[in-house]
């Protein structure tokens, strides 16, 4: 007689095993924090009927920063030989 053997699951192990088995505590958590952190920057009570607008801001700079400026100029320069190769008939 063959061995007929049923597909097993695999056991649970880990994080997903432990939200199954007490629920979601990582909602409860967000859900905590959120709290905190609206206590802590004196927010008000969250209201689902309205939108929190805040109207601080703060000057960060202008311009790119070093890494983003080499990374615009080589857009740039890529762009540039494009253009110069169409021009100059390209492929064709």
């Known amino acids: 007689m063959p061995d007929v053997r049923l597909p097993h699951p695999r056991p ?10 007490h629920g979601h505590p990582r909602a409860a958590r967000r859900a905590w924090r ?31 920063s070093p890494d ?9 320069h890529r762009g540039e030989l494009e253009r110069r190769f169409i021009a100059e008939g390209g492929c064709g």
């Open 12 to 21: 649970e192990r880990g994080k997903a095993q432990q939200a199954r088995r």
């Open 34 to 64: 959120t709290e905190q952190a609206h206590a802590h920057a004196d927010l008000p009570e969250h209201d689902p009927d309205t939108t929190l607008v805040v109207g601080h801001w703060d000057y960060q700079g202008s311009g790119y």
């Open 68 to 76: 983003a400026a080499l990374l615009a100029a080589h857009v740039w």
